[in-house]
């Protein structure tokens, strides 16, 4: 199947310190890629894969599972590594527990960890019924564009496949047995108001790394998809910053980008 327009994963070659950003639960590179243009504008080395069965059709996301999203990650991450001196990873909602899990897997490779509004558990009673209606019902209303700047909208699935949320909560529950061996600095951004991730996951990271160097950050203006919204700039900033303390050689210089 064809990618949606704007959907397609992107690269940049910049410097010799590099950075992964991974894309949210039924949505794309889309939502990220004014966080990544950014950070190539600044001479960083970028990765923004499209993870399989997004960016298509949600029949096509129905095929795929959790290990086939941090597959995909995990590989770019070692693309980076090969290539760059120093790597962060960074990523959105399920792309953030995804970021999360590779510095747990990766330990020192990882240079430092980026999240927003970083997914963490199911919630409500509908999760526990995904073992059974997934076999009964295909699909459920979608959850992309919680955006709350007016004219933006994020490329993503209008309805969410059961099979892949079955998958994601078994991810959810795999991560947070895991996130004790996050060790890397840590900046977490989260929203006061989000309609698809509650505070409270953001919360339930923070009390599980073991991360010494962690900082919180509150987004008042924007909600889910704080990287098109009011806030995205502030994200985007922040983000250079952490990366630059950590990582001083981060330069200016850069080449073309490789959409």
């Known amino acids: 199947m064809p990618v949606l327009p704007g959907a397609e994963p992107y690269r940049h070659e910049g410097g010799e310190v590099g950075v992964l950003l991974c894309h949210g639960f039924t949505g794309s590179p ?10 190539a504008g600044h001479g960083l080395t970028v990765s923004l894969p499209l993870l399989p069965g997004h960016g298509t059709r949600w029949e096509d996301m129905q095929l795929t599972g959790w290990q086939d999203w941090y597959a995909e990650v995990d ?19 399920m792309g953030g527990a995804l970021a999360l899990r590779l510095a747990a897997k990766h330990g020192e490779d ?23 209606a997934r076999h009964l019902v295909r699909t459920t209303k979608g959850i992309a564009s919680d ?25 959810f529950r795999v991560l947070d047995g895991e996130l004790p061996q996050v060790t890397q600095p840590l900046l977490l951004l989260h929203s006061a108001q989000d ?29 889910h998809v704080a990287t098109l919204d009011h806030d995205a700039d502030r994200i985007f900033e922040e983000s250079l910053a952490f ?10 210089e850069g080449t073309a980008a490789v959409g």
């Open 243 to 252: 990366i630059g303390r950590l990582a001083p050689s981060v330069g200016t």
């Open 147 to 171: 955006i709350a700047k007016g004219g933006a909208a994020e490329t993503g699935y209008d309805r969410v496949p059961l099979h892949a949320a079955h998958s994601l909560r078994n991810f």
């Open 75 to 93: 590989r770019a991450l070692r693309v980076l590594r090969e290539r760059c001196a120093r790597v962060f990873v960074a990523g959105l909602s």
């Open 195 to 223: 309609h698809v991730v509650p505070p409270a996951d953001s919360a339930r990271v923070l009390s599980r790394v073991s991360s010494v160097d962690v900082t919180e950050v509150v987004l008042e203006q924007s909600y």
């Open 30 to 39: 889309q939502s990220l890629r004014p966080w990544a243009e950014h950070h």
């Open 110 to 132: 990882v240079a430092g960890v980026v999240v927003v509004n970083p997914a963490n558990r199911m919630h409500g009673l509908a999760p526990y019924a995904l073992p059974v």
